[in-house]
């Protein structure tokens, strides 16, 4: 009871009516201001937006922001936010489930795609279809026929949902995935009025995070962090957002249970050595591994078989690619959450630490 007592005496003292760093999106809360310029217009103009990022780069909350913003404030628009892509039914039966709910629709699903077509010409709104996970609209060598069909058929509908004159599609995904959607149906390219690539927060849009967070949950600035915790934050999740909240729910639930009146760079360290670094992509699976392009996978090839950290150009040898080319690799598949690097000297060595890559390219 007494750390019971001192948890509910420290969230009172800081003001806050909850705790911030819940693993949960608030869609009301984003910092991404120049993914929001870059995208806000193609609600009015756009046919086609493709957004790019790896796990949790904040493609989900970005999705669920726009949704807020234009149903709480936008009586023109009708934001439909579907979450991924279904497997076991055609994106068109997903799509009409949800205007079912906003318009009270009692259409039996579509059969085809004339009718959806129908269906949608008839909303007197501009519809806003925001489809998140959107490589798994993509067939895999694992599909069975009846599920390549079907994902061909769905990729064949975007296009003419996507010629509409009241529909403005937004499709998610993982680095590429556009490449391998394009590849099902070219005509789709030619449709794209804007691509976006979801990068990690810097510092200050870290601490803006966190800071907004807080707010959020009624606390003030920063507090309890230290200015250095927050740089240590940064430093071991690379401004990855969904890292950012791992971490920062680990130490500040160790702050409650503790006696410490403010949130040290040390406590952040000691946290993070003791969970370990925190992933960015909780379980990497080979449908993931199938998105990466050919170097990339010979990158991590060398480096899962190698029993020692290397340089780019080590690398570059072994995967018979140029040290730049190398370097460039590299320096994506860290900052997407792959690999990790330690400088030494004026060089970054590179290695992979997590189990579950090291497997799948450990199997042949």
């Known amino acids: 009871m007494e750390a019971l007592d001192r948890y509910s005496r420290k969230l009172n003292e800081l003001g806050w009516w909850d705790f911030p760093f819940i693993p949960s999106i608030i869609p009301q809360v984003y910092l991404g201001q120049k993914n929001l310029e870059a995208l806000l217009p193609q609600v009015k103009i756009g046919n086609l937006v493709i957004v790019e990022g790896s796990y949790g780069t904040g493609k989900t909350q970005l999705f669920e922001h726009l949704k807020y913003l234009l149903s709480e404030r936008h009586d023109d628009y009708l934001p439909i936010l579907i979450s991924e892509p279904p497997e076991t039914f ?11 709910k906003f318009l009270g629709i009692t259409h039996e699903p579509p059969k085809v795609i004339d009718e959806l077509v129908s269906i949608l010409r ?11 996970e959107a490589q798994l609209l993509i067939a895999r060598d694992s599909d069975s026929l009846e599920v390549k069909e079907k994902k061909r058929r769905d990729v064949q509908w975007i296009r003419v949902l996507v010629d509409l004159s ?25 449709r794209v009025t804007r691509k976006l690539r979801l990068e990690p927060l810097s510092l200050a849009e ?11 949950y009624g606390g003030h600035d920063i507090k309890p962090f230290q200015e ?73 090839f060398v480096l899962a078989n190698s029993s020692e950290m290397l ?10 690619l140029t040290t730049g080319g190398a370097g460039n690799i590299l320096r994506d598949l860290h900052e997407q959450g792959y690999i990790r690097r330690e400088l030494r000297g004026r060089a970054y060595h590179y290695y992979v630490a997590r189990e579950d890559l090291k497997r799948i390219y450990l199997r042949g």
Do not use: W
């Not at 008839?122 to 998140?132: M, S």
């Open 90 to 100: 055609l994106l068109s039966e997903s799509i009409m489930t949800e205007l079912r």
């Open 122 to 132: 008839d909303v007197n709104r501009r519809i806003i279809l925001l489809i998140d």
């Open 166 to 190: 009241n529909v403005v599609l937004f499709l998610a995904g993982l680095p590429d995935f556009s490449k391998s959607l394009f590849q099902m149906f070219i005509p789709l390219e030619d």
């Open 206 to 216: 870290t601490t803006n995070m966190i800071r907004k967070r807080i707010e959020y």
């Open 228 to 300: 250095d915790a927050l740089e240590e934050i940064f430093n071991h999740t690379q401004g990855y957002p969904r890292a950012i909240i791992k971490l920062c729910g680990k130490v500040v639930e160790a702050f409650l249970n503790s006696e410490a009146s403010e949130v040290t760079k040390e406590l952040v360290n000691d946290i993070a050595i003791e969970e370990g670094r925190i992933e960015i992509v909780e379980v990497i699976t080979d449908d993931i591994i199938k998105l990466l392009t050919p170097a990339q996978n010979e990158v991590l």
């Open 311 to 320: 340089k780019p150009d080590d690398v570059a040898k072994r995967a018979n």
